[in-house]
């Protein structure tokens, strides 16, 4: 018999803000343990829950991007269960009118295009973290996390392979950064991402017992976990090894097996109930509107329109838009210097290569783009040399720079049209260096370079290389 | 025990119940699981008073978390006399020189004290006085509110601590948390289903409030509303599902009692709730939890909110009319701690359920209109 797999995400995203969801704590990963704690978030009686209003900023950008109804009034409800990470002991989330429901996200994998249905989008606070000390055989606490605010997106059973859950979580991650909801980095768990399977004969309506995967935090992880999953599943039902129960599992991705962690009738009970200290969110027109004029050309689109509208070859546009921060960086710059073709090949060669260098990614390029178009300007016109050019630009990675030829004047790199000064330099370095000359004469063509490189020296590299060349000439067969 | 902690301070310094957060002394909420703690921060009624140039007087002994008759469940032990319950606060009033005490009312502690002694007691309206730094128990309904001698005394300590406060919010806008002029009041009513009940005294204690409010000119109606009389369990289903959920963070994890008796995280949790919470607290958080249960949450915890907005309804209607309703302060007029804290919120759950300002005085509570507490003040002399 042939059979296929049911899957269902739920995908926890951390979002990007600067102070946790109901007080001004730092939200920024890492830290001393305890350091952005106050005593709101390690859960001292008497504080109330004040709601970040950036935090629903981004639900509703992340719910709009994943085509999802706005909910306009929308509530917070808290979570009981009790785990030392919890300080309240209640997690505050939203279960009665979630931000966003009923989105779309379309993937594409090798068997073509598939929507797959998005159920909700919620806010929430992230828990603590435990930190196991063997030595002493004690577990601290550490509440940084604790209140920096999620996001969980739940995706209805669409999906039907590893291969699409990886496209899914890729568009997500695409989306949600070009949005700038969440940076999305499965690696420091800014992403995360609960499997929810079950496997039934290819053909049939009905569903099979479902097992859940918690805290996935890798891709290659949720390829092996799904694989696993679904062959333990075909093996239970085809040959009888074991009785499938709904459970959740844990999975390890060293052994590449899943365990039982506990099961759905030992599961608690998580009462939940609206929190009656925060009153319910209203979005209004003026809100709501401000938040769709603010969300981003799609990905693909932009693409498109860098390819259509600008020139740029496919792959030039595809490597572009694959950084909300580049894209960003591209338009500031175009809209500057009006060459579409230089500001696509600084980006990708000389600022990639800076970047790689610092071992930054993409998403962390921080230089204006305006500064950069100018710069690329002063370059084009030939008021800065292209290697001084370079030297401004890796300045920029260090200090603000937004006027590169104030820049250019303070160090020196402007280019001279003192013809007068580039005259008393190559006469005097083709009379220092006779051998050179001769060489040059007898047919040695790196001579010249050793000349030339001579006198763009002495010049600072502020002169026009063409006319460096054309006065070097003249001057040698004088 | 009066005080849990007393300070030097000078005649007319104000006194607050041990619910309200401090950083000079410990706050307890009458509890021993938190005997020892002190609060980082101090609650923002406590921030104005000082603002208003009074001195805090002292933390005067309060029932665990509010939620008990008059004291009785204190960890501390209760206030009596005479075997009858008075309560630390009314005793304070009685035998020291503060002006005021600064009461938390979660379940009506507060009003059925002064209103079984010789003081007064106003709720103001829901979300006119910032809770932030009070001990949590049942917030959608919990309210900061002034004990004082006379309707003058708790005016002035009112309109001292009223105000509205970004770190609450649930806090309403600022001009809403005004103590406002006395309206003129032509009609008071009685609602029938909420003297059913009370014993002589207390019927007696009613009865001359009527013929007071009637000599200075008030006419004063019999009504009847049977919704009132479900205010009672419906405040009890919230207040003991938003209490469970609110004393969970005592854990003894990260603050508060800890049981020595422990090898793995269960036995702590377990031992250390058992160890220091009483028994009205457990009962308390045993009923809560039940309600919110997945299987009872429909049937119980909302059916309760939505009696929560028929008696809102219900007092609409009747001030369309009315400007007060008058309702007695408990079933008698002297406690013991036999009494029932369940029972006896029959009288002051119509006030904690809606969030009206009530005043209670004589034996008697008038509650009113949202944002009537200077009108209710006014009405308190008379009586």
């Known amino acids: ?141 550490d509440f940084n996390r604790t209140s920096v605010p999620l996001c969980e997106i739940v995706s209805q059973p669409d999906l039907s392979s590893a291969e699409e859950v ?49 805290n996935m935090n890798s891709l290659s992880a949720i390829v092996r976990a799904i694989e696993y999953e679904t062959a333990r599943h075909i093996d239970a039902i085809e040959n009888g090894t074991e009785e499938l129960v709904q459970e959740t599992r ?70 572009l838009t694959e950084s909300r921060a580049f894209c960003d960086c591209f338009e500031d710059a175009l809209a500057v210097c009006g060459s579409a073709k230089e500001v696509a090949n600084w980006l990708i060669s000389d600022v990639m290569n800076i970047l790689n260098k610092r071992q930054l990614t993409v998403d962390e390029l921080a230089i204006d783009g305006k500064a950069l178009g100018a710069l690329i300007k002063l370059c084009m016109d030939g008021t800065v040399q292209r290697g001084n050019a ?58 010249l370079m050793a000349l030339f490189g001579k006198c763009m020296k002495e010049l600072k590299g502020n002169c026009d290389p063409q006319k460096l060349r054309e006065r070097l000439l003249a001057e040698i067969n004088k | 025990m009066l005080y849990i902690q007393k300070f030097d301070a000078a005649d007319n310094a104000v006194a607050l119940d041990d619910m309200i ?54 960890h501390f032990g209760p206030v009596e006399a005479d075997g009858k319950l008075v309560g630390a606060p009314a005793a304070i009033l009685a035998s020291e020189p503060v002006k005021a005490v600064v009461c938390f009312d979660v379940n009506g502690a507060p009003r059925r004290m002064a209103a079984l002694s010789d003081a007064l007691f106003v709720k103001p309206t829901y979300g006119t006085v910032s809770r932030y730094g009070t001990i949590p128990a049942a917030c959608s309904g919990e309210t900061v509110g002034v004990m004082a001698r006379n309707a003058d005394d708790a005016a002035e300590i009112l309109a001292a601590i009223m105000g509205h406060d970004d770190k609450d919010g649930t806090s309403l806008p600022a001009e809403k948390c005004k103590l406002g002029e006395a309206a003129p009041v032509k009609k008071i009513a009685v609602v029938g289903d909420l003297t059913a009940g009370t014993d002589a005294d207390m019927a007696a204690k009613v009865d001359a409030a009527k013929a007071s409010l009637a000599a200075s000119g008030i006419e004063v109606a019999e009504i009847d509303c049977s919704v009132m009389a479900a205010a009672k369990t419906a405040w009890g289903i919230l207040m003991s599902a938003e209490l469970c959920n609110n004393v969970s963070r005592y854990d003894g994890v990260k603050f508060g009692h800890r049981t020595e008796n422990y090898t793995n995280i269960d036995e702590l949790y377990t031992n250390s709730r058992t160890e220091a919470f009483g028994m009205l607290t457990k009962t308390t958080i045993l009923y809560g939890s039940e309600t919110l249960s997945t299987e009872n949450y429909m049937k119980v915890y909302d059916k309760a909110m939505r009696v929560r907005r028929v008696i809102v309804e219900a007092f609409a209607d009747i001030f369309a009319e009315f400007d007060a309703v008058l309702v007695p302060a408990a079933s008698k007029c002297a406690l013991t701690a036999d009494d029932d804290a369940f029972d006896e ?33 006014s009405l308190a002399k008379v009586l």
């Open chain 1, 1 to 141: 018999m042939r059979y296929e797999t049911v899957i269902g995400l739920e995908v926890h995203i951390e979002l990007a803000t600067e102070s946790k969801i109901f007080c001004s704590c730092s939200a920024k990963f890492g830290g001393e343990q305890n350091d952005h704690v106050c005593p709101a978030c390690c859960g001292m009686p008497g504080m109330l829950p004040i709601v970040n209003r950036h935090v629903v900023d981004l639900g509703m950008t992340a719910g709009l991007m994943l085509n999802c109804h706005i909910n306009r009034t929308t509530t917070f409800d808290k979570k009981s269960y009790y785990y030392p990470d919890l300080p309240c002991s209640y997690q505050t989330t939203q279960w009665f009118a979630p931000v966003a429901v009923n989105g779309l996200v379309e993937i594409e994998t090798s068997k073509g295009k598939k929507g797959i249905r998005i159920k909700q989008i919620h806010m929430e606070e992230d828990a603590g973290k435990l930190v196991h000390d063997d030595w002493t055989d004690t577990t601290l606490v």
């Open chain 1, 250 to 319: 844990r999975w390890d991705d060293v052994k590449g097996k899943s365990y039982a962690m506990r099961s759905k009738e030992t599961a608690g009970d998580y009462r939940y109930f609206p929190d009656p200290n925060i009153m319910p969110v209203v979005i209004d027109d003026a809100w709501f509107d401000g938040i769709k004029a603010s969300l981003p050309e799609f990905p693909e689109i932009k693409r498109a329109r860098y390819t259509g509208e600008y020139g740029l070859s496919d792959y030039d546009a595809g490597l």
């Open chain 1, 390 to 447: 370079k030297k401004i630009l890796t300045a920029m990675f260090d200090e603000t720079i937004t006027d590169p030829e104030a820049y250019a004047k303070e160090h020196g790199f402007i280019v001279s049209n003192d013809t007068g000064a580039m005259d008393e330099v190559v006469t005097r370095i083709v009379a220092s260096d006779p051998k050179s000359v001769a060489d040059f004469k007898g047919g040695k063509e790196k001579a």
């Open chain 2, 21 to 74: 957060l401090t950083t000079d002394s410990t706050t307890t909420a009458g509890s021993k699981m938190l005997a020892n703690y002190t609060s980082l921060f101090e609650a923002e009624v406590v921030t104005k008073l000082k603002a208003a140039g009074y001195a805090i007087a002292g933390k005067a002994n309060v029932g665990e978390f509010g939620l008990d008759l008059m004291g009785e469940t204190s």
């Open chain 1, 166 to 214: 990886v496209a899914y979580l890729e568009r997500l991650r695409s989306l949600l950064r070009f949005a700038k909801v969440s940076d999305c980095r499965m690696e420091q768990g800014s992403m995360r991402c609960d499997v929810n399977l079950s496997v039934r004969p290819e053909g049939s309506t009905k569903l099979g017992v479902r097992t859940e995967m918690k």
């Open chain 2, 345 to 377: 919120a029959f009288y002051t759950a119509p006030a904690s359920i809606t969030g009206l300002p009530a005043v209670a005085a004589k034996g008697v509570q008038l509650v009113g209109r949202a944002f009537s507490e200077a009108t209710l003040l």
